[in-house]
């Protein structure tokens, strides 16, 4: 708790660096527009910029989808602050070339083009890159072995950034056998190797220019003593480097997801490996530490996405389609002895933990018997006597059903039927057999065939018997989550953050409080879920040790919010009228009303001056204080749309370039009065 308990009362802005736009720079933002926005934010009472993960995420927009958890994106980079850019840019006739022709494409648009720009840039960094030292010679001058020295992590990221180059950006599980595993001295080996040298001190070359341009920016932010907040993201992508690299650290036939919910009736599987907490923890936590450490050169505070999993993750099987038979990892199991204490023999245990699927269930799909038959042997073998069936110990997840071909055995459309009834039936489930004779409750075990089919006393039985397993459970997630809390917090002296969203785990806010981590608190979601009605949070009643926000990059705006969830914007209002200057029997009218600069400065005041110790709202819903700044369709303000791949994901940009937002004086007055915090 002691580096809380000097946190101060504190205004923030969240924003992606990409979003960021000035006059001179109007492709993408760029590490050195984190000063002119450091400007803005002194003139109006701002003192924490949050920041979306900045790390190199290859071909991917989603700042989440990290390729390196060290490595700094290159698409941020400045090119005319690259040294002596301006001198080839005179005398390199390709590169001025080059240069013009990036400049005169990418003028301003609401969304900017990611792949185009990632890579017109690396072509013009690499022309740039042939003129110095280590592009010409292929050995490392003075100033980038003295980074490399620094920053060991480099060698095995550059060596990883040129196999992914020469095997055209392809994943590295579909590399040659002799790239796809490494050993840390092959890795060293290949780093060494001269005919490499030039191509791998490229990429450590980005790194460098990237790191002296954030570290540049930072330096000024804190010269206008505004802090730098970070954002860790929980998982890497399994087409990483680090996955890559270190494999002992992650679990390759495991992914990460959440269970099923009212939105999401298969869960959703994210597509990254689990971490392998037993080797982390073996080796003290290194690579984690290492990564705080790293992100402590650049930021005094870092936000921990995902902070459940700390505590436990929703673990996938890599075999299946759909979350329904994950479970939670660090997991408690039923042992066969105690089902057979409470009466369940094994041919019972095994009706519970194995689908049966009756025949006709394909039937009533091919209306032919034999062909039913044939299609069910593909998976399943038949059970003596029974026109019932169990998957075969062969069949090892749903996305092998998913792959199957009926080709001959029916049409394409009963084909498709069939596959999602074999797929629906592989999570019919009671319970999920983890390992030999270990069993936990699958997560949607009550809609089951086993478990509806069972007498009263059964049920209650088990349940019982569920009950204690998810008691043991909780004690282990603690247990996990202390030990690797306490490794983490200890390494830096960044304020630690933690993404809390959707906690359903009963010793997460003590936990995280015990270890100075500051919670997240999302107004719309703010509520007494529990209690009838669902009445929102009172302000006082915020934990101290928090961060509120008006909305964040994965949900929709303050005025989206206001425009279309009118339900939810109904029952804040008429719980808080007084923060519209309204009286209780008034609070209908006002949710009623078309969001306003008004509204958005009132939400705001409220929310500085709620018990949470800093307030950092996306910078979007800031600039809804004047209408000038709002896009015509509030949707097109938004970051992210979950659950979608498009090329309008993460690629937001502001609304009007940075210098006019520093001549605005008006709305700087409007944001520092509206954010008083006492």
Request: hydrophobic share 40%; proline share 5%; aromatic share 12%.
């Amino acid at each position: 708790m002691a580096k809380t308990k000097l946190i101060q009362k504190r205004l923030g802005v969240a924003v992606p660096l990409g979003a960021l736009y000035s006059r001179e720079n109007a492709a993408i933002g760029e590490y050195p527009d984190l000063k002119p926005l450091a400007d803005f934010c002194k003139l109006s009472g701002i003192s924490v910029i949050q920041l979306l993960p900045v790390n190199d995420t290859g071909t991917q927009s989603s700042p989440y989808s990290g390729l390196s958890a060290f490595a700094l994106h290159p698409i941020y980079i400045r090119i005319p602050d690259v040294p002596d850019f301006h001198a080839q840019y005179k005398s390199n006739s390709k590169l001025k070339k080059l240069y013009d022709d990036f400049t005169a494409k990418h003028k301003y648009t609401p969304r900017y083009d990611y792949e185009r720009i990632l890579n017109e840039k690396t072509a013009i960094l690499s022309l740039i890159y042939d003129s110095t030292e280590e592009g010409m010679t292929g050995k490392p001058g003075e100033k980038l072995a003295k980074f490399i020295k620094a920053n060991p992590w480099v060698k095995t990221y550059a060596v990883y950034k040129n196999l992914k180059r020469n095997y055209m950006q392809a994943s590295w599980k579909t590399w040659l056998e002799s790239d796809r595993r490494k050993t840390d001295d092959e890795i060293a080996a290949l780093w060494n190797k001269m005919a490499f040298k030039k191509e791998h001190l490229f990429f450590a070359w980005l790194q460098m220019i990237a790191a002296e341009q954030f570290s540049d920016a930072v330096a000024y932010a804190h010269d206008k003593e505004i802090l730098l907040k970070g954002d860790m993201p929980i998982l890497m992508n399994e087409d990483s480097c680090d996955a890559w690299a270190y494999p002992q650290f992650f679990n390759q036939d495991l992914r990460a997801g959440s269970p099923a919910d009212g939105e999401n009736p298969c869960g959703q599987n994210w597509g990254f490996p689990t971490y392998n907490w037993k080797n982390l923890k073996a080796d003290g936590y290194s690579w984690w530490k290492n990564r705080l450490i790293c992100a402590a050169k650049y930021y005094d505070a870092y936000r921990l996405d995902h902070i459940l999993g700390f505590f436990r993750i929703w673990a996938i099987p890599e075999a299946d389609c759909n979350a329904l038979t994950g479970h939670a990892e660090p997991c408690a199991t039923i042992k066969r002895d105690d089902l057979y204490e409470r009466g369940f023999d094994d041919q019972r245990i095994r009706w519970l933990s194995q689908p049966h699927i009756p025949t006709s269930l394909i039937e009533d799909i091919t209306w032919n018997h034999e062909a039913a038959c044939k299609i069910l042997e593909k998976f399943c073998k038949k059970l003596d006597g029974e026109e019932l069936w169990l998957f075969a110990p062969s069949t090892k997840g749903s996305a092998q059903i998913a792959r199957a071909d009926f080709c001959g055995l029916c049409t394409d459309e009963a084909a498709v039927r069939i596959k999602d009834a074999l797929i629906k039936k592989w999570a019919d489930r009671t319970l999920l057999e983890i390992a030999k004779n270990k069993f936990i409750p699958l997560w949607t075990y009550g809609s089951s065939t086993s478990w509806q089919s069972l007498a009263q006393s059964e049920k209650d039985s088990l349940s019982e018997l569920f009950e204690q397993t998810g008691k043991k459970e909780e004690r282990l997630w603690k247990k996990q989550a202390d030990e690797i809390f306490d490794a983490l917090t200890s390494a830096t002296k960044m304020i630690p953050c933690g993404e809390d969203l959707g906690a359903g785990i009963a010793c997460l806010p003590q936990t995280m409080k015990e270890h100075g981590i500051l919670g997240l608190r999302v107004l719309r979601w703010c509520r007494r879920w529990e209690k009838e009605a669902q009445p929102y949070v009172a302000f006082s009643e915020y934990e101290p040790l928090s961060v509120i926000t008006t909305s964040v990059h994965d949900s929709s705006t303050m005025r989206a919010w206001w425009d279309e969830e009118k339900e939810s914007v109904r029952a804040f209002v008429q719980e808080n009228p007084e923060i519209f200057g309204a009286q209780k029997d008034d609070a209908q009218k006002v949710s009623q009303a078309a969001f306003a600069p008004e509204i958005a400065a009132a939400i705001i005041r409220a929310c500085a001056k709620s018990q949470s110790v800093w307030f950092i709202p996306p910078l979007q819903d800031l600039l809804y204080m004047d209408k000038k700044y709002w896009l015509e369709n509030p949707l097109d303000e938004r970051i992210n749309v979950p659950g979608t791949v498009t090329a309008f994901n993460w690629t937001y940009r502001l609304p009007c370039p940075l210098e006019d937002l520093i001549a605005d004086t008006k709305l700087q007055k409007n944001i520092m009065k509206a954010g008083e915090l006492r």
